[in-house]
Nanobody
Framework: QLQASGGGLVQPGGSLRLSCAAS????????IVWFRQAPGKGREGLSC????????YYADSVKGRFTISRDNAKNTVYLEMNSLKPEDTAVYSC?????????????????WGQGTQVTVSS
């Protein structure tokens, strides 16, 4: 299972670092995706990282502002978020994924746990 944490309330232009802790499976066998869902909107894939951390993918909406990384020794994936905007407000979650290309960077059903709320507001 994958549990996200680290969300909170931040002002526009601010930063947050999210963590995704894995348990119950061989973490370094899997690519991981960060995705979000805002009220009334669909799920949006944001960023993926390969199992060894050498390949990454970013959606256009976060490219240049968000950075994904992983520490396989700690079974954890991170999402560093900078220059946050009000439209980044959503519940952020992490899940197993299929790869680090546009088509493959989608969450696998049933592999994510509780997300973390990020609210960007002044």
């Amino acid at each position: 299972q994958l549990q996200a944490s680290g969300g909170g309330l931040v002002q526009p232009g601010g930063s947050l670092r999210l963590s995704c802790a894995a348990s119950g499976f061989t973490f370094d066998d899997w690519a991981i995706v960060w995705f979000r869902q805002a009220p009334g909107k669909g799920r949006e894939g944001l960023s993926c990282i390969s199992s060894d951390g050498t390949n990454t993918y970013y959606a256009d909406s976060v490219k240049g502002r968000f950075t994904i990384s992983r520490d396989n020794a700690k079974n954890t994936v991170y999402l560093e978020m900078n220059s946050l905007k009000p439209e980044d407000t959503a519940v952020y979650s992490c899940a197993k994924t299929y790869g680090t290309t546009y088509r493959l960077c989608v969450p696998q059903k049933g592999t994510w746990g509780q997300g973390t709320q990020v609210t960007v507001s002044s």
